[in-house]
């Protein structure tokens, strides 16, 4: 009762944490008609005085040069908020500048943590769309050179286009993450059936967050020679590791080792032992 408890005051705590809008966010500005892999890119600084939000906005254009800084006030009504862009604080100089001033009607999604509405100009024709935010730490940049690429937007939106949550949601998804061994049948390399649904959510864990890899180490039972039980826990790691490749994963995230019989958990005197010590482990890197 006392865990049930806990459980359900520690979702509410989370939740409330989702609705509270003031941070850092960057997203995609998608007009109407337009292609997504096209989308503007634009980043928010919110702040909440009282009952009232304000901040900044910045879109930049797909070439990273055009752009325009807004301030921004807002309301937030539970999961809901809407933003009006006001003064121009800042753009290129160019006829292509994004100043169109936006307002955007916005909703929180407390599953996968994205801020997701849609924006319609009040001084523009026609300039409307959808808009997608996550929570991030780039802050609104008030210079003409943009504080970073856009490199990001593409590795965002195959991972969107997965149906994975936002970036902050997959951090928790990796920091709750327990490892456990995967094992082996006597002088086999074969994965297992039973364990491919755990490896399929480290794979996601994996492809979810851009710069995490992982260290897969393969060991054996003390039956064979060293040199032999080298070769085997070199074959387990590598089958690990390009089960992974098949299921998407980069080559560069996946680190492989090796370690023969040297490192049991178990004692090799008993059948239990030897299958606990037929394993491949892992760790985060």
Known sequence: MKKKLLLILLIAAFNSMAQDFTGTWSGLLISNGQDVEKADVIYLTIEKSGEQLTGLSRIELLNDVEFAVKSIEGQQSGSKLT???????????????????????????????????EFKSS???NIQGEVL?????????????????HMWKHRFLKLYAKGYPAPEVMKIEQLNFKFQPIFFDHDKS??????????????????????????????????GTDQYNIGLSERRAKAIRDYFKKQGIEAEKLEIDFKGKRQPVDTNKTKEGKQRNRRVDFRFI
């Open 83 to 117: 933003l009006t862009e006001k003064l121009v604080r800042r753009s290129s100089n160019s006829r292509k500048s994004p100043i169109c001033k936006l307002n955007y009607e916005l909703e929180y999604n407390d599953s996968t943590a994205y801020l997701i509405g």
């Open 123 to 125: 001084d523009c024709r």
């Open 190 to 223: 074969e994965i297992k059936t039973e364990f491919f649904d755990y490896l399929n959510r480290m794979a996601r864990v994996l492809d979810g967050i851009h710069d995490l890899r992982v260290e897969i180490t393969g060991h054996t039972d003390a039956v």
């Open 133 to 149: 935010f996550f929570r991030s730490n780039h802050l609104v940049n008030l210079e003409k050179e943009p504080s970073s690429t």
